[in-house]
């Protein structure tokens, strides 16, 4: 065996332990935010309304965009925000007003999530019944009010990186402020 070959493969053997173990510690934690997503370790289960690998309901906005361009910081943020953007509050002409989401709008027809309700419900409205839509000040995102602490929105948001990039990278409570 030449110099450099042995180099090589005594690297190989200082190394792969050290980056198996980073892997390891990884994915542990991206089981933990899966199962977290999936059955709610606090409050409302992430699957209620949001879909990741296959398993849950489309109801909030597809979370795979946001989670394969913003840093956990933004995603923890994001996770327990206070104020909605796509969500609002929608008047009907019958003057029935509930948290809506518009999912899809053509030729008059309106679909939109009535998340008043527990699954969200979907309604098909003429555009011609809405009112008004404005500003949600009553409608608060389920895990803003779960308190998960630190640990558990690391997980959680391990996960979510994990199923939309592909990539199992561990996140620490640290990079969450
Ligand atoms: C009751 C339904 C519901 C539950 C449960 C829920 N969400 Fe959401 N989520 C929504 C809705 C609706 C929005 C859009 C809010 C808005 O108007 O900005 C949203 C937005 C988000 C966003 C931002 C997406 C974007 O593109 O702006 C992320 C990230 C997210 N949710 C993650 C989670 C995680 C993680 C959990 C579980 C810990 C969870 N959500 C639980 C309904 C829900």
């Known amino acids: 065996m030449n110099r450099t070959l042995l180099c090589l493969v005594s690297a190989a053997l200082v190394c792969g332990p050290v980056m198996k173990a980073e892997d390891a510690a990884a994915t542990a934690q991206v089981e933990r935010g899966r199962s977290m997503f999936v059955n709610a370790g606090k409050g409302m289960a992430c699957t209620t309304c949001h879909a990741?690998?296959?398993?849950?309901?489309?109801?909030?906005?597809?979370?795979?965009?946001?989670?394969?361009?913003?840093?956990?910081?933004?995603?923890?943020?994001?996770?327990?925000?206070?104020?909605t953007c796509y969500v609002q509050e929608v008047k009907l002409s019958n003057g029935h007003t509930f948290p809506g989401m518009e999912k899809d709008k053509e030729k008059g027809v309106v679909h939109m999530w009535d998340l008043s309700k527990v699954p969200a419900t979907l309604l098909t409205l003429k555009e011609s019944d809405i009112d008004s839509q404005k500003t949600n000040t009553a409608w608060k995102h389920p895990p803003a009010q779960a308190k998960y602490n630190a640990q558990e929105l690391a997980d959680i948001i391990a996960y979510l990186k994990f199923a939309s990039t592909g990539v199992a990278k561990e996140v620490k409570d640290s990079e969450l402020q």
């Open 52 to 83: 990741l690998e296959g398993v849950g309901n489309s109801v909030g906005p597809d979370v795979k965009k946001l989670a394969s361009v913003i840093g956990p910081r933004g995603l923890a943020t994001t996770i327990q925000m206070t104020m």
